[in-house]
């Protein structure tokens, strides 16, 4: 079964550069038809769906987050990472990390055979 773990820092200062990374287990993130995900919770409100890397490399990005996001992959350590520039308060969030098919991978939504990461709390504060 796959298993994926978010890590990076807990806290971010305003301007600066949120970067999480997502380690996956049990699957290669370049196992043909899943897209790795990546999507938001900030407080009080629903799931913001960010983007995805496909596991032919490619990226998509919601419109929302486009200007200031980017997804990579480090497919010798089965990661990939988000990062997101420039960030305010409005970023802090729980960040996660999703397996999904390629119907439907920009839901922002769980959806039946997602596989999702614990999540991390992410803060922007100075």
């Known amino acids: 079964q796959v298993q994926l773990q978010e890590s990076g820092p807990g806290l971010v200062e305003p301007s600066q550069t949120l970067s999480l990374t997502c380690t996956v287990s049990?699957?290669?993130?370049?196992?043909?038809?899943?897209?790795w995900t990546w999507i938001r919770q900030p407080p009080g409100k629903g799931l913001e769906w960010m983007g995805a890397?496909?596991?032919?490399?490619?990226?998509y990005y919601s419109p929302l987050f486009k200007s200031r996001t980017s997804i990579s992959r480090d497919t010798s350590k089965n990661q990939f990472t988000l990062q997101l520039t420039s960030v305010t308060p409005e970023n802090t969030a729980v960040y996660y990390c999703?397996?999904?098919?390629?119907?439907?991978?920009?839901?922002?939504?769980?959806?039946?055979?997602?596989?999702w990461g614990q999540g991390t709390q992410v803060t922007v504060s100075s």
């Open positions: 999703v397996q999904r098919g390629e119907l439907g991978y920009f839901l922002p939504y769980p959806a039946p055979d997602d596989y």
């Open positions: 049990g699957d290669s993130i370049t196992t043909n038809y899943y897209y």
């Open positions: 890397i496909a596991d032919s490399g490619s990226t």
